[in-house]
């Protein structure tokens, strides 16, 4: 199997954090097939499958669990009291043969409701919808933590080769202003100089931190911070224009989307 599982459908979307998950069932043949169905999706790990709600509510409290498949009809605990328990400290599938116990879970915040006995394509939309919730939490922390590193390598420098063999000379990342591909070799222009060295434009590109600098052309880098206007296809720097490359033009607006001011009407 792939490493993206991709959902048969119109809308289709591929599951690719890993969700670690539980299974709490009273009847074992339904955590068989609970197991079945999460062993064929390769970012789903099943941490484990219980017939014991009171040892699965204290798996929770103690392991990482992102997703819970929850039976209603149990002889504990129900699924709605674990619900309750719970207090939204994890995602909830509820599965259930009784479709009576819908209302009270999603007013419970369950993520989807599957009945019994459960089809695999169905399953596959439940996952869906588990993990759009799940990347929608964690997108804030790991923005969070881009930005951070992203400003630290902003600060930091690299050394590159210069045309005088053994010659290194140190760049400082705040200090660039564009670069320019020169087939096998690089322009890189500062503040202050025009530094070429022997790289390719797609290997500085993937040194150099986003979202502080964007590739606008095949031939051109920018440093967003550097630019003074734009003009149509032309972005305006200090030395003159650098042309925006149609292929590169969508991704280039995104990256200023915040930085943009414009009127509603």
Known sequence: MSENLYICGSDQSPITMSIRCLAVDDEQHALDIISRYVEKIPNLELVAATTDAIEAFQLV???TIDLVFLDVHMPEITGIQF???LGGRTKVILCTAYPEYALEGYDL???DYLLKPMRFERFLKAIQKAQTLLEAEELPKTVAKSEVSSVALLDDYIFVKTETKGKLLKVVLSEIRYVEGLGNYVSIFTDDKRIVT???IKELEERLP????????KSYIVALGKIQGIDGNQIMVAEGHIPLGDTYREAFFNGLQQKIVASKK
């Not at 986003?210 to 052309?217: A, C, D, Q, S, T």
């Open 210 to 217: 986003k979202p502080y600098f964007l590739r606008v052309h």
């Open 109 to 111: 915040d369950i993520v």
């Open 83 to 85: 619900l309750k328990l």
């Open 198 to 200: 022997l790289l390719t």
């Open 61 to 63: 409290q103690k392991e």
